[in-house]
């Protein structure tokens, strides 16, 4: 069964050091997300991307962050100076089509932990 | 008013039993409804969606009720296998990003 998958599983940085969290979604999917889920607390929306473009982004999707598909396949989410509360899980998720109903599928996540 | 609400918990209950979540959400104009299940440093993995009609899955009863804007997810005879933490998510009117509740802690005891 086709899975969304993420590098790294975990990455710990330096405070003010560039990130960037690498997904490749399913292959037929064109609607892709994160999210981010800070221990003990409640998964949130940060971005959704489709036809190349951010779609919509939430109010933690701030200049810090950008995401982009450089390649067909890879989609990344790139932090550009990271601050102790950007420590967190970050999902990333896929889905077919535009229609609400249907399922988004997540990634395993990358544990980052900022210093 | 948040999002989306659920009871925390924890609930922990023996094998067998029958444990109801709900949920309730404050977007009347929200379009899509799921329960997705999130174990221990996990990624979020769907559980079932939910439809207007009610459905069922095998042990799992989801209802819906638009006008009162609240969700329920019914598990009969629980398994040891269920204990994780169930997530209530509604679409948002638009077609791209879901909004998570904080989930209800679900332990099942041998």
């Known amino acids: 069964e086709p899975e969304v998958t993420q590098t790294p599983s975990h990455q710990v940085t330096q405070m003010g050091q560039e990130v960037i969290l690498r997904c490749v979604p399913i292959?037929?999917?064109?609607?892709f997300y994160w999210y981010r889920q800070i221990l003990g607390q409640k998964v949130e929306f940060l971005v959704s991307?489709?036809?190349?473009?951010?779609?919509?982004k939430s109010e933690i999707f701030d200049d810090q962050f950008s995401v982009e598909r450089p390649d067909g396949s890879n989609f990344t989410l790139k932090i550009r100076s990271t601050k102790l509360e950007d420590s967190a899980m970050y999902f990333c998720?896929?889905?077919?089509?535009?229609?609400?109903?249907?399922?988004?599928?997540f990634g395993p996540g990358t544990r980052l932990l900022v210093l | 008013r948040k999002e989306v609400e659920q009871d925390p918990g924890p609930f922990n209950v023996p094998e067998g039993a029958t444990v109801a979540f709900n949920c309730t959400y404050s977007?009347?104009?929200?379009?899509?409804f799921f329960w997705y299940r999130q174990d221990c440093r996990k990624e979020p993995k769907l559980l079932m969606s939910?439809?207007?009609s009610g459905n069922e899955d095998g042990r799992f009863t989801a209802q819906l009720n638009r006008a009162s804007q609240y969700i329920s997810l019914l598990i009969r005879d629980s398994k040891l296998s269920d204990s994780a933490t169930y997530l209530c998510?509604?679409?948002?009117?638009?077609?791209?990003?879901?909004?998570f509740g904080s989930g209800t802690r679900l332990s099942i005891r041998p």
């Open positions: 998720a896929s889905k077919t089509g535009g229609v609400s109903q249907e399922t988004q599928y």
């Open positions: 939910v439809y207007s």
């Open positions: 991307f489709y036809n190349n473009e951010i779609s919509e």
């Open positions: 292959s037929n999917h064109l609607y």
């Open positions: 977007n009347s104009a929200s379009q899509s």
């Open positions: 998510v509604v679409n948002d009117s638009s077609a791209s990003k879901i909004i």
